[in-house]
């Protein structure tokens, strides 16, 4: 290592103040700046490797963060995840297990994990699973959740039908494709708009963007299982596991 890549290492593990020259960034004069400036840069130059480090690093400090306020919110705001009047509830609603999904009809990854829902339900008739909608992807989501909230209100038995068929489509959902999908399960377009007129669903969208953002939830899909938040399509095997730690030791991981 170089004088410069010495001073540099020095620099970085204990920080600027540590160094003789410097009580604190403010105290230093323009040349020792740029001094400090130009052996950072040739310490980086030649060692490129340090930036995918502090990458990383971050990236960890950023989840642990995003842990630690989902772990916070999801003791603060038990009925509004798990008991609330305007989510559907799949699978068995008296399961000794939930699982609660927040997702968006236009989301990709939610698309994907719709079999792992499946797949979970199939395997285990004693989970409950809700669903969260969570309209984030702009009007067009907006506009396929006030249909789907539509269906909810006049044919809820309908509901798990309508919500496969909308979110396992091939086709970006709009107002049009999610009222074709209702339309097709029998369910009439005209009360469809009526009940979209009657009922819109801002004040429970607005009230679970609010939990979202006690949540820390930064995309969709994202799961509550007991206490512990899941972030993305985390895969069935994963809810899997989760499901058996819930019924071994009452928390999400043992």
Known sequence: MTPVTKIVAAVLMTGISCLPFAGSAAALDDQQKKEIGAFVREYLIENPEIMLEVQDALEKKQQQMRVAQSSTGIASNKDAIFSSASDITLGNPKGD????????????????????METVLSADKNVRFVLKEFPILGPDSMAAHRVANAVRLIAPEKYPEFHRGLLGGQTRATEDTAIEVATGLGISEAA???????????????????????????????????????????????????????????????
Do not use: W
């Open 192 to 254: 469809i708009r009526a009940s979209m007129e009657k009922n819109p669903n801002e004040p429970q969208v607005r009230a679970t963007y609010e939990l979202a953002n006690a949540l820390g939830v930064t995309g969709t899909p994202f799961y509550v299982v007991g206490e512990e938040a899941l972030f993305g399509a985390v895969g069935q095997q994963q809810l899997a596991e989760k499901i058996a730690n819930m019924r071994v030791c009452g928390k999400a991981t043992c």
């Open 97 to 116: 297990v939930t699982i609660v999904e927040f997702f968006d009809y236009n989301c990709g990854y939610c698309k994907h994990a719709l079999s792992d």
